[in-house]
């Protein structure tokens, strides 16, 4: 039977690990979840202002991860926006610049545009590896999802020179310049055709050296 001095100890010592296992859960509420992409803008989606015609913006995506990682884009107004790629894989260390596409809505009567309430929001999930993409991975996993960030849009005026509209322009290059780079075919893994009209087979070429070293080694037989 344990006696009141012992019965005092267990009580503190039960005490002391419920308040170190509610301090834990504290903590983790408390602390930031580390994140898993780097984004550039980090917070804004500038767009170019043009009543009545379909505008374009760009974010570059960087995998800060050592895992695989998935993102997914989701959007306040899918039916005049849409976004390419909608969502991909990341490898540890690698990026991309993804596309925004978004019709701007013209003001009624004339009015000053409003400050826009569209948002969109940027999600990430890690992988075991290298897979195809396919949105279902995020509802199959919702639980391990977090929210990267919420990107707050902002309309700029083309007309007006600033260092928001530079970068812009910029990154909108990048992208045209991936997408074309994507576009292109597969280079052709066949024989090599020099300049002057050559072919190079690279087989014969592998089985002449190959033959050369045997020879070397004084393992053919010399010719009758």
Not at 31 to 41: F, G, N, Q
Request: glycine residues 4%; charged residues 25%.
């Amino acid at each position: 039977m344990a006696t009141p001095q012992e019965s005092v100890q267990g009580s503190s010592t039960c005490n002391f690990f419920t308040k170190f296992s509610s301090l834990s859960s504290l903590a983790k509420l408390l602390l930031p979840t580390p994140r898993r992409l780097k984004l550039d803008p980090s917070n804004k989606l500038f767009l170019h202002y043009a009543p009545g015609k379909q505008v374009r913006s760009a974010i570059k995506i960087k995998n800060t991860s050592k895992s695989h990682v998935a993102f997914k884009f989701q959007t306040t107004a899918p039916k005049s926006c849409f976004m390419r790629p909608p969502g991909a894989i990341l490898s540890p260390g690698e990026s991309l610049i993804a596309t925004v596409f978004k019709f701007v809505e013209p003001p009624e009567n004339n009015e000053k545009p409003q400050k826009p309430a569209l948002k969109f929001k940027i999600m990430s999930l890690k992988v075991k590896g290298p897979m195809d993409y396919i949105p279902e991975l995020f509802d199959e996993q919702i639980d391990k999802v977090i929210v990267e960030q919420i990107l707050q849009v902002v309309f700029l005026d083309p007309e007006r020179p600033s260092s928001a509209l530079a970068k812009l322009n910029r990154q909108l290059a990048e992208a045209d310049a991936a997408m074309e780079a994507r576009r292109k075919p597969p280079e052709d893994a066949g024989p090599r055709i020099m300049s002057e009209g050559l072919v190079i087979d690279e087989w014969k070429e592998r089985r002449e050296r190959y033959l050369a070293k045997q020879e070397q080694q004084g393992t053919l037989y010399s010719e009758c």
